[in-house]
């Protein structure tokens, strides 16, 4: 009977996995890896885990302003509003002279915040170039400033360790070959040397400033590109030629049927989920086990400098909670700045870099080379797993008012220490309330930022108590 069942089962099994085979397209340009990387780059970037974004362009000079009228949207998207004629922003880049920009204040400030990359838009929709490239006229080297930002940018962070990531936009506004959609054949010859231009621009960007880690593309949602699933596979394999390791997210590539992201086999294209922004997952499921990254701004939705900030502005402990979760589920967390025109940062930005920096001073061992821990998620915070190893953060943003912090160890776990992360020689008790379940009393006097627990335990043995294990 024993026997019967399995062969049922099997068979079962067999019928699943073709009836999935059958469903799966053959595409010449879906993605061409299963599963995550596994090179040192990669690896590299895996551990970095808290990044910061950089956009910063012409745009700044209107900080979503202008003739004394305010724009809704986000700054950087100003030319699109109908109250900014685009002769007025297309001429703007002649008022660009940012004398107060300082690449070395910069890199560390994003040191001071604990960064360990960061990412700058080279061009954003605009077409705007902050270096001088020679395919356009449309850069730096036109405005009265005349240097190149990027390079002394590269070269500042670099010094303080901090990897490069270079955005860059497949939209165009200032292009005339840019188009949305391609209705006539006129359209497609222009898209055609506007594709030559793309490549040219990025692989000027690469010999300039080679110790860039990756492009992080956008822009990418239109017909023109996405209906081009050929192009922009071969642009990547191009550029990854031509750099070897370089990292470049789901967001250039589409396949031959126009899936974006993902292709239409549903697997990752590019390598790592770039499609979180503003936004965060909720569990771990949400990420399919792929590497991802989430960028998120600090108003609700302002990248470029915008001098009114409306609406909700995250304070740095709803920051440092959101690394923490990105963290937990395996993913890095980039936060957004938008520098002022003179090349100087806002007040609310110096102050979250110096906060989130003075937290990940004391607590960054429980944020870089973390990743998902695989316990039961608590309602006090995130449980994060330094990677490879037995050691388990709680990173504790919500004390309840009994304050105990439960802990349910996976199956075969045993807890061997508890301890404060700030404070490791402060060993803690756990109170035993169940099978491998636990409450950590931590009081609940005020706390005034998220705090962390080191939780050492040992795996493979039967479940053990902590008890048992000290004895
Ligand atoms: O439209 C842009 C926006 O201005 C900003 O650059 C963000 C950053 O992720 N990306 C775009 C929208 O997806």
Redesign the pocket.
């Known amino acids: 009977m024993k026997k019967y069942c399995i062969a049922v089962a099997l068979l079962i099994a067999q019928l699943y996995s073709s009836a999935q085979e059958k469903d799966t397209i053959a595409l010449q340009h879906g993605a061409h890896r299963s599963g995550n990387r596994t090179d040192a780059d990669m690896a590299r970037w895996r551990t970095l885990r808290l990044g910061q974004f950089i956009?910063w362009g012409v745009y700044a000079i209107t900080g979503g302003e202008w003739k004394g009228k305010t724009y809704n949207g986000?700054a950087?998207?100003i030319r699109s509003w109908k109250e900014m004629p685009h002769a007025d922003y297309d001429n703007l880049y002649k008022q660009f002279n940012p004398v107060n920009y300082n690449p070395e204040q910069w890199a560390q400030y994003a040191k001071g915040m604990g960064a360990k990359y960061m990412i700058i838009?080279t061009k954003?929709?605009d077409g705007f170039c902050l270096w001088p490239s020679k395919y356009t006229r449309y850069t730096i080297a036109s405005s009265p400033y005349r240097k190149d930002i990027i390079g002394p940018m590269v070269d500042a962070y670099n010094k303080e360790g901090i990897d490069v990531y270079l955005y860059f936009s497949i939209i165009d506004w200032n292009h005339p070959d840019w188009r949305t959609s391609l209705k006539t054949p006129a359209d497609s010859v222009a898209y055609g040397r506007f594709k030559i231009f793309v490549k040219n621009q990025l692989q000027e960007l690469l010999t300039r400033y080679p110790t860039v880690k990756g492009f992080w593309f956008?822009?990418t949602w239109d017909d023109s590109w996405k209906n081009d699933g050929a192009f922009s596979d071969e642009l990547e394999q191009y550029l990854q030629q031509l750099h070897p390791g370089l990292i470049i997210g789901s967001r250039l590539r589409a396949d031959e049927k126009g899936a974006r992201h993902f292709d239409s086999n549903n697997h990752l294209m590019g390598d790592y989920e770039q499609g979180w922004?503003r936004k965060l997952p909720e569990k771990y499921a949400d990420v399919h086990g792929n590497d991802w990254e989430g960028?998120m701004t600090i108003p609700e939705n302002q990248?470029g400098y915008c001098a009114k900030w409306a609406g909700h502005i995250k304070s740095s402990n709803e920051l440092i909670e959101m690394l923490a979760r990105s963290t937990s589920l395996g993913g890095n967390f980039v936060i957004n700045f938008g520098p002022k025109p003179d090349g100087t940062f806002r007040s609310e930005e110096i102050q979250r870099m110096q906060e989130t920096g003075s937290w990940m001073k004391i607590n960054g061992n429980a944020i870089y080379g973390g990743g998902y821990a695989g316990f039961d998620k608590q309602d006090w915070g995130y449980y994060i797993r330094k990677a490879g190893t037995d050691s388990v953060f709680m990173v504790v943003c919500n004390v309840p008012v009994s304050g105990n912090l439960r802990v349910k160890l996976p199956p075969h776990t045993t807890l061997l220490k508890a301890s404060p992360l700030a404070q490791p020689s402060a060993e803690i008790t756990p109170e035993m309330i169940g099978k491998n379940e636990y409450f950590i009393q931590v009081g609940n006097a005020p706390r005034t930022a998220p705090f962390v627990i080191l939780l050492q335990t040992s795996t493979g043995a039967e479940n053990g108590s902590f008890e048992k294990a000290r004895t």
């Open positions: 956009h986000a950087e998207w838009t954003h929709h956008d822009g922004e960028v990248w």
